[in-house]
């Protein structure tokens, strides 16, 4: 057996009657659809229901499952300490799962257990189920920040476990819409929100799986979203496999958006391997783009292969534009894998006899030293993207009105803390930002007396 179904469900706790008292009527549609999918669910009548949850346990670099036999849950915090919950897991489920993720070297298992309770995230979809179906072990997943590609192979391995078990599945994807709908809304307005919202209705609406990579890390944080991750792991659940889809509602009356939309498999279908489509395409790009890279960037891609494969330093090699050789100047390698920063490490200053040795020895710190970051790998090198930005001379500034953030960076110092912010970043838009992040990374707090300069780059892509 496989997955039989999956689901795109959100879940505003207002739904569940006992903590709306009568103000869930306005979202009387999505309870409508809500109710039509748990009545498939019950019909089906799967062993394992499988919920990717934004509320459970989330790391930066970790694909938390919730580990153990069972697990309990109300809805105190939202005042319905009366509507509870007791769950079985699907332990050996889970022990499939893991073992498969250690086995690739995948980042994800039942490590770092921080609360046992089931969240929101899990308990409405289950208040909904649980109506139609008492029976159906359950499976916990927790989201990510690593990119939507792991969230999309995620999901694969959790297909793949299915399948090894002769399990009758059901995934449920949790997440709402965008939070950035109406300026009553819980965090405002945002122009992001509505795109976000019209968009994902599409792309889930013609379960064109494919296009959830092009959604950009940028534009997801800007329209609060918060079920896309949960989403892509559910579309890689679906890896391969055609699909009959019924978009069964979408409203935004609370300032937050709610989708829901059923997905029924209807056979095998190679033309939707969605990753390997994507990934084939990235590849063809990222190789033309480093055949058009210049003299920097290809010597910072040196640099940090000959390191990361041999373990070796390269010199400064002959052929380079001679400004390489003779200036002295601070320069910064940026590395991006699938629109994700992957290191970041530069000098603002000069602290080598020339650009080129600069770029050299950044390379290798940004690709190995970023403490933010594990060191880069082998396998990884392909999928690079490096930019090289080579900083002219800082000026000092009276006040953020002399800053750009498209072209100034900005240096903020505070004593013996110093932070730097590159120009032209996605998702930094306004000299408030700019300070703020430099102000941050410099471990700088706010009300503490601040100087500012600025500086000009030159980027090499």
Excluded at 90 to 115: H, W
Excluded at 279 to 288: A, H, W
Excluded at 315 to 339: C, T, W, Y
Excluded at 377 to 399: F, N, Y
Aim: charged fraction near 30%; proline fraction near 5%.
């Amino acid at each position: 057996m496989s997955i039989l179904a999956a689901y795109m469900v959100p879940h505003p706790p207002l739904i569940v009657t006992e903590i709306g008292r009568g103000e869930e009527r306005q979202i009387a549609e999505t309870a409508e659809a809500y109710d039509e999918v748990a009545r498939d669910i019950a019909r089906i009548s799967p062993d394992t229901i499988i919920i990717t949850s934004p509320h459970s346990v989330m790391y930066s670099d970790w694909f938390h499952i919730s580990p153990g036999k069972t697990a309990r849950g109300s809805f105190s915090s939202f005042g319905a300490g009366g509507v509870k919950f007791s769950e079985e897991y699907d332990s050996e489920l889970v022990e499939e799962i893991e073992r498969r993720a250690e086995l690739g070297g995948f980042p994800a298992g039942t490590l770092g257990e921080k609360d046992p309770s089931l969240d929101h995230g899990t308990m409405v979809p289950l208040w909904f189920i649980r109506k139609y179906l008492k029976t159906g072990k359950l499976v916990r997943i927790g989201l990510s920040g690593q990119p939507l590609t792991d969230h999309y192979r995620f999901g694969q391995m959790i297909k793949d476990s299915v399948e090894a078990l002769g399990r009758k599945a059901v995934f449920i994807g949790s997440g709402d819409l965008s939070h950035k709908l109406q300026t009553y809304g819980p965090y405002g307005f945002a122009e992001e929100g509505p795109q976000y919202d019209e968009r994902i209705m599409d792309v889930m609406g013609r379960a064109a799986f494919g296009e959830l990579f092009g959604f950009s890390e940028d534009f997801l944080d800007k329209a609060a979203e918060c079920g896309h991750r949960s989403f892509v792991i559910m579309a890689g659940a679906l890896d391969g496999t055609a699909v009959s889809v019924r978009k069964l509602s979408h409203q935004d009356i609370t300032g937050v958006g709610y989708g829901i939309c059923m997905y029924h498999p209807i056979g095998e279908d190679m033309s939707r391997r969605f990753l390997y489509s994507y990934l084939q395409d990235l590849e063809r790009e990222l190789n033309e783009k480093k055949e058009a890279s210049d003299a920097y960037v290809r010597l910072a891609r040196n640099s940090l292969e000959s390191y990361i494969r041999f373990g070796k330093r390269i010199s400064v090699p002959d052929g380079l534009p001679e400004e390489m050789k003779n200036q002295r100047a601070g320069a910064f390698v940026s590395i991006h894998k699938h629109g994700y920063l992957r290191g970041c490490i530069g000098t603002i200053g000069p602290t080598r006899d020339s650009v080129a040795e600069e770029i050299i020895e950044n390379a290798i710190s940004a690709s190995t030293r970023d403490p933010r970051f594990s060191p880069i790998t082998e396998d990884e090198l392909p999928w690079l993207e490096i930019s090289v930005d080579v900083l002219g001379e800082a000026e000092p500034i009276d006040s953020p009105e002399e800053l750009d953030p498209k072209r100034y960076g900005v240096i903020v110092t505070s004593g013996r803390k110093r932070g730097l912010l590159l120009p032209d970043l996605e998702g930094v838009d306004t000299p408030a930002q700019q300070i703020d992040i430099a102000s941050r990374k410099a471990g700088i707090r706010k009300g503490e007396k601040i100087s500012l300069e600025r500086f000009e780059v030159i980027r090499h892509t």
